[in-house]
């Protein structure tokens, strides 16, 4: 990969992280750069549109290096497919400005100042998605790695001044990576920047913001939990091959880490024994040809991680007899079924591995879920004309920000609000008539 550092237009060789001297200057040539106007915006998007055309090129080195680090990373094919379908949709020219006229409109607005995004650690791209309403909204912006190399937000600033021949963006980013927990690291930024972007977990969340300086807010994207909603009218009339396909797509889609992957699909007691058989061995046929020539997990500790639920699984079902494990010998993918649910998210170790629930009817799921409403993002479904106004109220009582089909889960648009707003209308002022 590429273990660079990027420093306001000009790019270092080498990924050593950094110091609390050199971030000072940084941050003072950051404050600088504040007090030049920025880029007009339709300059902002022609840049950005250039770079999502070089990557969508499959000659290009970007294109390549964007390959290999996904299919290194363990993603299956049809994900990669996938992925480089959306890129193409995100980066046009129509979708940034739609992206723009959602968010603000036509009101005048002025960049808050500094900005600094935090990428999350378990998810390829997250972090990518505020960094270009950073850039759109003409902020300064610093960027944090997750890892010395970079990954795919590594290649997106490499490809960034490859697209950006002028250096108007560039100079007004800086990308690089530090261990986390670094508290001099943090304290400087949390005493100078004026946004703070965090993708990642609980804790990464809560640290970010404590001890903040007057001026800084924390826009975050913590953990989610996505969840399907499949009744026994839903399942008529559909072909069990395509409906199978959709759930595995997303549960299958960057390894089930992303805020919007399927986690729990909840299905309705009433739909017979044998048509539910026939399903459940259909998403078993589908998990397998998805994974067939796919490594079974991407790290040790996903591995503990799923051997651990699996056999926690296999205790309740011999206690209780409420659930039931079916999996590979391998840790491609894995199923939980269970009969016994009364409340609460079921902890997932994620990576291909998904709760089945049963519920008698909605009122159920959403009494079990009441005291959940913070984790809650993505809800898909299979359901009747009828049954879906039910369904609406249901998700916006329990906090859903976005509802669609099986299948799109992994597809939200990147010019509608992520977990529930507009980071771009909160990295500006909006300026008075």
């Known amino acids: 990969m590429l273990n660079k550092t990027f420093q306001f237009g000009h790019i270092i060789e080498r990924a ?35 770079l999502g055309a070089n990557w969508m090129d499959v000659k290009s080195p970007a294109n390549e290096l964007i390959q290999s680090h996904l299919v290194n990373a363990g993603i299956v094919s049809s994900s990669i497919e996938l992925f480089f379908n959306e890129i193409a949709k995100f980066f046009s020219k129509e979708a940034l400005e739609q992206r723009w006229r959602n968010a603000i409109g036509n009101r005048s607005a002025a960049p808050v100042g500094i900005v600094l995004h935090i990428g999350a650690t378990n998810t390829l791209v997250a972090g990518l998605d505020g960094l270009v309403d950073g850039l759109l909204s003409g902020n300064v912006n610093f960027y ?14 490499d490809s960034l001044f490859s697209a950006d021949e002028e250096k108007i963006l560039v100079s007004r980013l800086a990308a690089f990576w530090w261990k986390g927990g670094e508290k001099d690291i943090e304290a400087l930024f949390k005493a100078n920047v004026d946004r703070i972007i965090v993708w990642g977990g609980v804790d990464a969340v809560m640290s970010w913001k404590t001890d903040l300086g007057y001026s800084a807010q924390v826009l975050s994207h913590g953990p989610k939990y996505g969840i399907g909603v499949l009744t026994k009218a839903g399942l008529q009339g559909v072909k069990l091959e395509v409906l199978c396909k959709n759930i595995v797509m997303d549960v299958s889609m960057w390894d089930q880490k992303a805020c919007n992957s399927l986690q729990a699909l909840f299905i309705e007691d009433k739909i017979p024994a044998e048509q539910l058989q026939m399903f459940l061995d259909c998403l078993k046929l589908t998990f397998q040809a998805v994974y067939d020539d796919a490594p079974p997990v991407r790290t040790t500790d996903d591995y503990v991680d799923i051997l651990s639920a ?35 998210l079921i902890p997932s170790p994620l990576c291909r591995f998904l709760h089945i629930v049963k519920f008698s009817d909605f009122s159920t799921i959403l009494q079990g879920l009441k005291d959940e409403k913070y984790w809650m993002q993505t809800m898909a479904y299979g359901a009747s004309e009828s ?12 906090g859903v920000t976005r509802l669609c089909s099986f299948g799109e889960m992994a597809l939200a648009s990147s010019v509608e609000p992520h977990d529930g707003s507009y980071d771009l209308a909160q990295l500006v002022s909006m300026m008075a008539n």
């Not at 941050?27 to 504040?34: C, E, L, M, P």
């Not at 944090?144 to 600033?157: L, N, R, T, Y």
């Not at 939980?336 to 609460?344: D, E, H, I, R, V």
């Not at 049954?387 to 329990?398: H, N």
């Open 387 to 398: 049954e879906r106004a039910q369904l609406l109220s249901m998700a916006r009582i329990l």
């Open 144 to 157: 944090k790695f997750s890892s010395p190399d970079g990954g795919i937000p590594g290649i997106f600033i």
């Open 16 to 50: 050593a992280p950094i110091n609390a001297t050199d971030l000072n200057t940084l941050i003072d040539t950051g404050k600088r750069a504040t007090l030049i106007t920025p880029p007009p915006l339709e300059k902002i998007i022609a840049i950005l549109a250039r």
């Open 310 to 344: 699996r056999e926690l699984i296999k205790a309740e079902g011999i206690i209780s007899d409420g659930v039931r494990l079916v999996c590979p010998v391998e840790n491609s993918w894995s199923m939980a079924l269970w009969t016994n649910w009364k409340s609460g």
